[in-house]
């Protein structure tokens, strides 16, 4: 069952790369008494993701800080080493966009966003979406539609709707 606007988001741990290595992120905590922005990609370095979602976020950074949202990160189903690359890549690091690894899917599937594309080589991957979490509560949530694209489910369309 995918997940909806009013549900709490499911406790999971992402990863992130630390000075020290790899550092466990409870969602739960990451969210607790805090707005925050989540959007999650098919796969660091993917087209799409790299030409448009992450860019999106970078470029309205500012105003989604306006708007009292104290951070903003992407989930993507990759390891932590990829994922600080990609920031690095991006400049969504630059930029102090959090990048979590999911690769265990564990919070993908929670969230019901988890699908197969063998085709292409990806398995158990995320859909794109994005959403606003108000201590730990689902507020908006875009999922896209059409694989691809980033058009509901980028920063401009989630800032217009919060």
């Not at 708007?67 to 930029?95: H, L, R």
């Not at 999911?102 to 794109?128: E, L, N």
Request: proline share 4%; net charge negative; hydrophobic share 45%.
């Amino acid at each position: 069952m995918t997940i909806s606007v009013g549900d709490k988001l499911p406790e999971a741990n992402l990863v992130r790369l630390g000075e020290a290595g790899p550092e466990q992120v409870s969602v739960t905590e990451l969210t607790k008494g805090r707005k925050v922005v989540i959007f999650a990609v098919p796969g660091a370095f993917t087209p799409t993701c790299h030409s448009a979602h992450v860019p999106s976020f970078i470029r309205t950074k500012a105003a989604f800080a306006a708007k009292g949202v104290d951070e903003i990160v992407c989930i993507s189903v990759n390891d932590p080493y990829v994922m600080k690359a990609w920031g690095e890549a991006t400049g969504a690091a630059a930029a102090n966009i959090g990048l979590l690894a999911d690769g265990t899917s564990a919070f993908t599937i929670a969230m019901g966003m988890a699908y197969d594309a063998p085709a292409v080589g990806m398995m158990a991957r995320s859909k794109r979406y994005s959403l606003l979490a108000e201590d730990g509560v689902i507020k908006v949530l875009h999922e896209e539609l059409s694989r691809g694209t980033c058009e509901i489910s980028g920063g401009e369309a989630l800032l217009a709707a919060i």
